[in-house]
């Protein structure tokens, strides 16, 4: 019985149940003025459409501008399906673009399909 219960668990903290989506990659650039953007993150929120409705998609900027999304707790990528896309509210504040941090407002939409995508092109006007 404990044996079991263990096993049970180990494999809900491996994300290996049932709840775990598929996961493609998403990756790509945030520019501002042509320059790359850093010191910040992205956030993919699931639109209206999209089945997925946990954790939002997170991914830290690299010094090149560049992100990869990873979806907590079940890892690298995301799943399948249009987002809209934010910065973290301290970013847009210091960039002096509100609009960025809030999804019902930003500008950017993106649709991730099946097969996944690798060059997001991301900036911010």
């Known amino acids: 019985m404990r044996t079991t219960l263990l096993l049970g668990l180990l494999m809900a903290l491996a994300g290996c149940g049932p709840d775990k989506p598929k996961l493609v990659t998403a990756a790509g650039r945030v520019t501002f003025g042509n320059q790359p953007l850093t010191a910040g993150s992205v956030v993919f929120h699931p639109d209206a459409g999209n ?47 509100p609009d960025y941090a809030d999804p019902a407002k930003t500008p950017w939409s993106v649709a991730v399909p099946e097969a996944g995508a690798t060059n997001l092109l991301l900036e911010v006007k």
Do not use: H, I, W
Not at 53 to 75: I, V
Not at 80 to 88: A, F, I, W
């Open 51 to 97: 089945g997925y409705r946990k954790d939002n998609p997170t991914s830290l900027l690299q010094l090149d501008g560049s992100f990869a999304m990873k979806t907590f707790p079940f890892g690298e990528g995301l799943p399948p399906g249009k987002y809209k896309v934010t910065l973290t509210p301290e970013l847009a504040s210091r960039l002096r673009k």
